[in-house]
């Protein structure tokens, strides 16, 4: 999981300030504009590089959500309405006819559902916190799991409840995972620097960027043995 810097309340859309100081003690529920919704994912999209705040996956308007970091809870969260509160998480609902969806109940396969969506309102580490990445360590086989390092057992309690919670090891996300790494792999043996397959182009960051990093440790580390 990347670290996101939080946002500040002066940085949400204006469009979205506006409508906060038209409804004053009202809930994220009321929020029904759909040009104000729109203003408010796209900025939480283009500040997070175009990357899920979770799993690190592509995403854009028409796969993401805005995801609540404290949970509404019904809407009894008293921070429904802060920006500093909101994400953008990828997995948007798919229409009820969608594939997605089981033919008799209209429930979302457990093999698609992950990030927002799974967590409810379980907790889970925050993308704003800065040890979010320290928390996991990323295989080859595309799994993550809790750091090894990890010596707090809160820490590694929370690691182990985000990766259930969120659901980050469904076989999608396994899969694209162990390609991005081994992408990763691919392009340094090649000769492209480590400083270019991770670099921001046109305001996006490479998709499972945490997982690529650390196919560039295990690289660089081999890469330094042999030298050796």
């Known amino acids: 999981m990347r670290h996101i810097q939080q946002p500040l309340e002066s940085e949400a859309p204006d469009s979205f300030k506006a409508w906060k100081r038209a409804h004053k003690g009202a809930n994220y529920s009321r929020l029904k504009e759909r040009r104000v919704k729109l203003a408010l994912k796209e900025s ?58 089981t033919d008799d109940l209209g429930i979302m396969h457990d093999s698609l559902l992950h990030c927002g969506h799974a967590r409810g309102s379980n907790r889970v580490v925050s993308p704003y916190d800065p040890k979010c990445e320290t928390l996991f360590s990323y295989s080859f086989s595309g799994l993550v799991k809790a750091n090894p390092e990890l010596g707090d057992p809160d820490d590694i309690e929370l690691a182990r409840q985000s990766i259930e919670f969120l659901r980050l090891n469904v076989s999608t996300l396994v899969s694209l995972r162990k390609l991005a790494m081994f992408e990763t792999v691919r392009m340094l043996s090649s000769g492209i620097s480590a400083d270019d397959i991770l670099r921001e182009i046109n305001g996006r960051l490479p998709p499972f960027i945490s997982a690529a990093s650390a196919a560039i440790r295990a690289w660089s580390a081999g890469a330094g043995k042999k030298s050796a």
């Open 44 to 101: 939480l999209i283009e500040r997070q590089k175009r990357l899920c705040c979770y799993c690190e996956s592509r995403i854009g308007m028409d796969n993401s959500h805005i995801e609540h970091i404290e949970p509404q809870l019904g809407g009894f969260s008293a921070k429904t309405l802060e920006y500093s509160n909101m994400a953008a998480s990828c997995i948007k609902d798919p229409p009820k006819d969608s594939a997605a969806f």
